[in-house]
């Protein structure tokens, strides 16, 4: 069973940076696709960046492209997404979430870390 833990939520403002950070245990991530996922208030989850772990391949939500970057360290079996230029729309909770067969769904999901941007 693959549990994931979400860290690094904060209060910043517009403009600044995060590293949110997921912690996998009970398989590698090198052998999953890993996601992350945000739902803002009101408003259903959505998706936001992949590593796939066929071919090392990253993938972005067009609002986050060039902006947010995921990466992984098998060393620490973590996730990390790093945000930059932060803008109050990003304000919402963040998933970590684990993809263990291809074409399947994102099966195994973290409790997800508050992220709030201030104007």
């Known amino acids: 069973q693959v549990q994931l833990v979400e860290s690094g939520g904060g209060l910043v403002q517009a403009g600044g940076s995060l590293r949110l950070s997921c912690a996998a245990s009970?398989?590698?991530?090198?052998?999953?696709?890993m996601g992350w996922f945000r739902q803002a208030p009101g408003k259903e989850r959505e998706f936001v960046a992949r590593y796939n772990w066929i071919g090392d391949s990253t993938s972005y939500a067009d609002s986050v492209k060039g902006r947010f970057t995921i990466s992984r360290d098998n060393a620490k079996n973590t996730v990390y997404l790093q945000m930059n230029s932060l803008k109050p729309e990003d304000t919402a909770v963040y998933y970590c979430?684990?993809?263990?067969?291809?074409?399947?769904?994102?099966?195994?999901w973290g409790q997800g870390t508050q992220v709030t941007v201030s104007s």
């Open positions: 009970g398989r590698t991530v090198s052998s999953m696709d």
């Open positions: 979430a684990a993809r263990l067969k291809i074409g399947a769904d994102f099966g195994s």
